[in-house]
């Protein structure tokens, strides 16, 4: 069984975490980038033998790092529109985690914030007539977010409605917003070397997803009606938000997956003969959202130009969990979906479900090209794709680990010693009426339930300390 993390507070060193150790199908490396890393306490844990861990801080990590901060706007240009199959993870990302590529951290960070976007435009205002909805219109959306410079264009507002039985505050299960399908405009596919269809998820916010969350059950997806695949199985609570529409309702809406897989067959209908990527992009659940869709747009053949070419499908999880067992991750590998897991080693998420009944801790390994699995280890969950790993703390604020802004400010500083990340009030007054709202619909106060904040922006006035980013790490599962 993996090791669990073990994060010991040092009364003398303030910006101190000492990294954990896991069981890896590789020999995993830790990369520091320009930042003084100490010892580990060798007391905390036992090295594995499946595992090295080498630290480095060497001029070549500084001269990348150098570079994605100050590098011309001109060559980031020329260098993505040439690239940006391999940015997009048609080598499997091979040489470009470890250490990171400027250029891919350029693209995470990129894609992450049009997730930011969706908790930005989400409004949790109960006095609003938008209320649990989007607070702008599609062609003013991105804008109103920051954006306006993005290069995209939101095509298609993106509601789910999970089939969950459960009290919410106005008494009826209806679809609320959890995303944006945007496409790139003609002046960005000169800058990005292809016409970019972008689907974005935000994470838990409303009752029935926190409960979609805990249904940690397997069941099969049985998404393409000509083969349904039992052994391909997925957390049912995910299944259930992505599947479930308004059945009870006249003009209700369409399932999740529903109104995705429509939007996404008429934009590549629409570009048909362009070069196109599809990127999805989420955070906590989010992410578990992309990752369903991706393999549903693959299984059904939906990115298949001709016999021998198919337009690439591309996942970037912030923060998220495991999806579906070893079948499901077999499967999305044989389909070639690519998926970049960008996590916190202290992210207690990224661990669920199965924290203990999973693929990696179930796997017997005799070497990299032999092994053995348990019978039943067809039913544990398994992480999908290549693994790029930070490791941050708060001592003063534990939620941070699960934070989106956190993830994003420290891919964007990461050659600070010690990182100060900023909470500006928005971000906090919208994390304060998540819970509240919470609170109100499960009763969550006299569970003494303390919920990870989703989102917080990285512009603000008070800066947080005793924020620990000494390592960054690769792994490929």
């Known amino acids: 069984m993996a090791s669990m993390n073990i994060h010991m507070p040092n009364t003398n060193l303030n910006h101190v975490a000492f990294s954990e150790t896991t069981t890896t199908t590789r020999p995993l490396r830790s990369v520091c980038i320009g930042q003084v890393c100490l010892p580990k306490r060798t007391k905390l844990a036992t090295a594995s033998p499946t595992k090295q861990t080498v630290v480095i801080a060497s001029p070549v990590d500084n001269e990348v790092a150098a570079r994605a901060s100050s590098g011309s706007s001109t060559s980031t240009t020329t260098s993505l529109s040439q690239s940006w199959r391999e940015i997009q993870g048609s080598d499997n990302w091979e040489n470009l985690v470890d250490p990171l590529h400027p250029l891919l951290r350029q693209e995470i960070i990129r894609y992450g914030d049009f997730v930011k976007g969706c908790y930005c435009a989400f409004d949790l205002d109960p006095n609003s007539k938008r209320y649990l909805n989007c607070k702008y219109g599609k062609k003013n959306m991105l804008r109103e977010v920051g954006m306006e410079s993005s290069g995209y ?129 989420g955070h906590s659940m989010g992410s578990s959202l992309a990752l369903l869709l991706a393999y549903d747009i693959t299984e059904l053949g939906l990115n298949r130009v001709n016999s021998s070419t198919k337009t690439p499908v591309t996942v970037f999880s912030f923060g998220g969990p495991r999806v579906g067992n070893s079948g499901f991750k077999r499967r999305c590998e044989e389909l070639g979906v690519k998926v970049l897991r960008i996590v916190n080693v202290n992210d207690p998420i990224t661990k669920m479900p199965g924290m203990v009944f999973n ?43 699960h934070d989106l802004g956190t993830y994003i400010s420290l891919l964007k500083c990461p050659k600070r010693p010690s990182m100060e990340i900023q909470r500006d009030y928005q971000g906090g007054e919208f994390v304060n009426k998540a819970k509240q709202l919470l609170a109100n619909m499960m009763s969550v106060q006299n569970l003494n339930l303390k919920l990870p904040n989703p989102w917080r922006s990285s512009t603000t006035a008070a800066a947080e300390t005793n924020m620990v980013n000494l390592q960054v790490q690769s792994q490929r599962t």
């Open 153 to 281: 264009e939101v095509t298609k507002y993106i509601y789910a409605t999970p089939d969950i039985n459960i009290p919410i505050q106005n008494g009826e299960s209806c679809g609320r917003w959890i995303g944006y399908v945007a496409v790139a405009t003609d002046e960005a596919v000169k800058r990005l070397g292809r016409r970019d269809i972008i689907i974005t998820f935000r994470g838990t916010v409303t009752n029935p997803e926190w409960v979609a969350n805990l249904m940690s059950s397997l069941t099969p997806a049985r998404l393409d009606p000509h083969n349904e695949r039992p052994d391909v199985k997925v957390e049912s609570g995910f299944l259930s938000l992505y599947t479930s529409d308004e059945s009870d309702s006249k003009f209700g809406l369409g399932s999740c997956r529903e109104q995705l897989l429509s939007e996404v067959s008429r934009l590549l209908n629409k570009y048909k003969g362009e070069e196109l990527s599809i990127t999805l992009a």
């Open 359 to 401: 693929h990696e801790n179930f796997r017997v390994l005799g070497s990299e090209r032999l092994s053995f699995e348990f019978p039943w280890s067809c039913s544990c969950y398994a992480h999908v794709g290549v693994e790029l790993v930070l490791d941050f703390f708060n001592m003063q604020n534990p939620s941070c680990v």
